[in-house]
């Protein structure tokens, strides 16, 4: 009875040790190299990083759901993560990671945003319906109005009770 005792606790430490681990789930296909994360060009500083870009395009989001609401239409918020790492050069000489070279010059999916946002724009852009587009990005459409917004002295800096309609 020892025997098997023992023998099935060997067994079940060994098959949990070979289980797939649940934490590597989220974890990045790609990791950047030392040399990638370091790479700093001096205009850096006077542009946007993705997580930069992700944050205007979640306030773009909250201001067309808005927008497209009070027009009759639903607009789906996509939720892009703002705690990424400025990894903007990645490939601006070309591929100097040798786990990406396998690759080639083609991009894989997942390397220079993550693959559930790009997905995520996609599923959005495919279920809207035409008036719903137009309403979206036609010439009157919640996209050049949102875009009012957030321009520097737009309406977003201005209390909805003191806006008034161009």
Not at 66 to 74: L, N, Q, S, T, Y
Request: aromatic share 8%; glycine share 8%; net charge neutral.
């Amino acid at each position: 009875m020892l025997r098997a005792t023992l023998f099935l606790t060997i067994a079940l430490s060994v098959a949990g040790c070979a289980a797939p681990s649940n934490s590597s789930a989220g974890a990045d296909p790609f990791p950047p190299t030392a040399q990638v994360e370091a790479l700093r060009l001096p205009f850096d500083a006077y542009t946007f990083s993705l997580a930069d870009m992700y944050t205007i395009s979640n306030a773009e989001d909250l201001l067309m759901r808005k927008c497209m609401v009070a027009r009759g239409h639903d607009w789906a918020i996509i939720k892009r993560p703002t705690d990424l790492k400025d990894l903007r050069n990645r490939r601006r000489y070309g591929v100097i990671e040798s786990k990406i070279a396998q690759f080639g010059y083609h991009v894989p999916a997942g390397l220079l945003s993550p693959e559930g946002v790009e997905l995520a724009y996609d599923k959005r852009d495919s279920s809207l319906s035409e008036s719903a587009t137009e309403a979206a990005f036609g010439p009157d459409g919640c996209g050049v109005e949102v875009a009012g917004q957030l321009r520097p002295g737009g309406d977003a800096m201005i209390p909805q009770c003191h806006r008034t309609r161009k």
